[in-house]
């Protein structure tokens, strides 16, 4: 890859970055443009907060929408996914007896989101297992197939993410959402890995909720979220935090529903939300289409080095479609991964998670523009050294 994209970014010199997922990593012009934002604020915060903030909100949100496949009418902005899944869970009238189903897959602070609701409401959390490694001639519809033979007469809701946190796993999100449509199941997407690194059309996918990160893989500043709900479940929602919305006519600034209702918290710093508008700028200017083609190959080329090392099968064998600039490789059971990670970062500088889920133990590797064959290199050899 193209060395010259690592000086775009802010990341340090003597580490090997391989945890792009985490929480994402700002380019030095988006971080300037955040910055200059909180600039413009803070010399004229009444004109800027009390005048401004509705237009300039809007405006990125007509960005974004455009960007995503979504009506900007259908959009409001949230600091991140888990406050996303919060609005939707407290919202929906659920109660005993009611099911919702996930997948075995889902990241920890949302399940524990629904393990709340399901503790104050007496709605039951459902896991429904998805088998990795894929099979080689398995198909989405398949996977779609095993997750919804999950759903029951009482399912009221169904949450899964688009692209799985600790496995990386690119679910078929659409093939779920139209099922779980013609039951009359409500579903929402947790898509905070998706933004940025897939292309998405989300008004297609025909989600009733989804919400998604823009910090992560779209390389915004940190604290830019949005949460989707589609026009015939908008009524749904409530605000998880009750402020000005709440009395406001709805002809106030031209402000939907769900934007009055929900945008204004309390003071706040708009400058992450604004500063979306300066990333989709970024990967326009930098061709990102093309750097997300060349972290997909130097993916596969890590996944295939490790796997080699290891002796253990690919999570993905027929790579097309799983997965894009995030991976997981599986290691040795016997291995201490908090071990590990401590050592490939304090004597071989790499960052990177390490992952224990269902009793297996995995490596998650992200790949983004900044990266190169060199910090491979570096993880190989730390994986090396420790399976010696
Ligand atoms: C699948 C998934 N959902 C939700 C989140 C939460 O994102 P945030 O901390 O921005 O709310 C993460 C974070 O890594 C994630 O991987």
């Known amino acids: 890859m193209d060395k010259s994209i690592r000086n775009l970014f802010q990341i340090r010199e003597n580490v090997h970055f391989l945890n792009h997922g985490s929480f994402g990593a700002c380019p030095k012009k988006v971080f300037q443009a955040y910055q200059d934002w909180q600039r413009s604020l803070e010399e004229q915060p009444v004109a800027f907060l009390g005048r401004e903030i509705g237009d300039l909100l809007d405006n990125v949100r007509r960005r974004l929408g455009a960007e995503i ?112 449509r013609q039951l009359g199941i409500l579903t929402i997407i947790d898509g905070a890995h998706a933004p940025g690194q897939i292309p998405l059309n989300i008004a297609e996918i025909s989600a009733d909720f989804y ?43 031209n402000k939907t529903r769900l934007a009055t209702l929900l945008e204004w918290t309390g003071t706040f710093d708009p400058a992450p939300y604004l500063s979306i508008s300066a990333a989709l700028d970024f990967a326009d200017e930098y061709n990102w289409d093309f750097t997300r083609d060349e972290c997909e190959n130097l993916l596969q080329v890590a996944l295939d080095r490790i796997n080699e090392i290891t002796g253990i099968d690919p999570i993905y064998p027929n790579r097309k479609g799983w997965y894009r600039q995030m991976g997981i490789v599986e290691l040795p059971g016997d291995i201490n991964v908090q071990n590990l990670k401590l050592r490939l970062y304090n004597d071989f500088h790499v960052e990177i998670p390490t992952i224990e889920w269902m009793n297996r133990k995995f490596l998650r590797i992200s790949i983004q523009g900044y990266n190169s064959e060199d910090d491979i290199d570096a993880l190989v050899a730390g994986i090396k050294c420790s399976l010696e």
């Open 69 to 180: 496949g979504a009506s900007p009418d259908d959009l409001v902005f949230v600091p991140n996914v888990t406050h996303g899944v919060n609005i939707v869970a407290r919202s929906l009238k659920l109660g005993g007896g009611d099911e919702i189903l996930i997948t075995n897959h889902e990241y920890g602070a949302c399940k524990n989101t629904w393990e709340f609701i399901s503790k104050k409401t007496g709605a039951l959390v459902k896991e429904r297992e998805i088998m990795i490694p894929i099979a080689p001639t398995l198909r989405q519809e398949e996977i779609a197939d095993q997750f919804l033979a999950g759903i029951t007469e009482k399912t009221k809701l169904i949450f899964i993410s688009h692209i799985t946190s600790p496995t990386a796993l690119r679910l078929p999100v659409e093939i779920i959402c139209q099922k779980a």
């Open 211 to 253: 919400t998604g990160n823009c910090h992560k893989w779209m390389m915004s500043a940190k604290g830019a979220g949005f949460l989707y709900v589609r026009p015939d479940t908008q009524h749904l929602i409530e605000p998880l935090v009750v402020s000005w919305g709440y009395s406001a006519p709805l002809s106030h600034h």
